[in-house]
């Protein structure tokens, strides 16, 4: 269901583009993965109007254009005198004459405008519209209410126009406030309803199906035989794909038998964007998958050079795009932050995606680990006292460990050519907290 038209520059199929790369699908590094997936992905074009209020997460699919200078009018920025720069005193002080009051909402002489004298003062409180005739507020802390007016000293402001916003700071009418492939955050919205903008022309959500592959799982609610265990990781990808803002279609557990799992990938790829498995691509499994998938459409099959979340496929079925996880539930979330999160960001429309930020923290305690892969550690980053942070890892790192997912807070991204990191050195990490 994929109503996007390929790109000019998207090379045909994934092989071409993966054979002019001479790559080594074997030992994949984790950004040439990157790369290549996304030259492979081409964004949904579809679009819906939809309001302001259930816009949030959703990826503006025309530019908004200002109807209206934001602020409308000059006005203050604190609670004071609004008064003329050229009344104030360069020592000493002044009385100006009080001639009424400019509140938020109601302006000094109505709608009417009066405009303010030579020696006078208007009372003006924050958002108050600046009076005709006054460029500068005097803060009320530097200034003393005195009957009929107000004294101000020498010094109570610094410069003309001081402590007045002035009409259009924020926005001019006309500008071009967001572009094509910017998400709607809180921010956003609030500047949407700033504009009066009512509705806005988004792309449509994404729709993902995923499926759990693997003869010994068991979907909650069943009970567990011998040597089963239950599928966890189509929990953590609904949540995953949820916070994304994804449509997601949950295919249940598919058994490791070719019939079922063709039926399974051919009604997955018909009826969504994306099509996400987790298992069933580690080696030895991945043989029959690999032949049943080369039927079905093209995927490639990697080992990517990371740890957890070593075997990764990708590609196309039909229409849909296609991620084959691994199965161990750390690799699934490992292998869904680093590569599939960003794909579906690019997906949704998108402009300007980055990857999840990366950032530097203080080693709180040594990690051991052999050069050549990028390990994801998972961490827990903690202020360290004195306005930075210290990061350690959560313990054992077991790519099954599930609770190790749970307790961190982080990613500890070492790169391929580190090997054991003292205490005190500094890593890179990945913040899990409020990520989407
Ligand atoms: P696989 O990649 O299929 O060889 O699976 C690797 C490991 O992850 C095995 O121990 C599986 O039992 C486990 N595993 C696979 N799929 C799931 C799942 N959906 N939920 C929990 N564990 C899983
Ligand atoms: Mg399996």
Redesign the pocket.
Known sequence: MNDATPAANVPKTLRELSCADDYDPDSMPVDTARSLIRQYLSPVTATERVHIRTALGRVLAEDVVSPLDVPGHDNSAMDGWAVRFADLPREGTVTLRRIGDSFAGKPFGGALGAALGPGEAVRIFTGGVMPAGADTVVMQERATEVEGGVQVAAGAVGKPGQNRRFAGEDLKRGEVVFAVGQALNPAELGMLASLGVIEVTVYRRLRVAFF???D??RSIGQPLGAGE?Y????YTLHGMLTRLGSDVVDMGVVRDEPAALERAFATAAANADVVIT?????VG?ADFVKQLLDRLGEVLFWKIAMKPGRPLAYGRIGAAHFFGL????VSVMVTFYQFVRDALLVLQGRRNVTGVPTFSATLGAPIRKAPGRTEFQRGVLAPDGAGGYTVRTTGDQGS?ILSSMSRANCFIVLPPECGNVEAGASVQVQLLEGLI
């Open positions: 759990s592959t693997g010994e799982l265990i599928d966890s990781n189509r987790s298992g069933g691509v580690s499994e691994p199965g161990n539930p099954g």
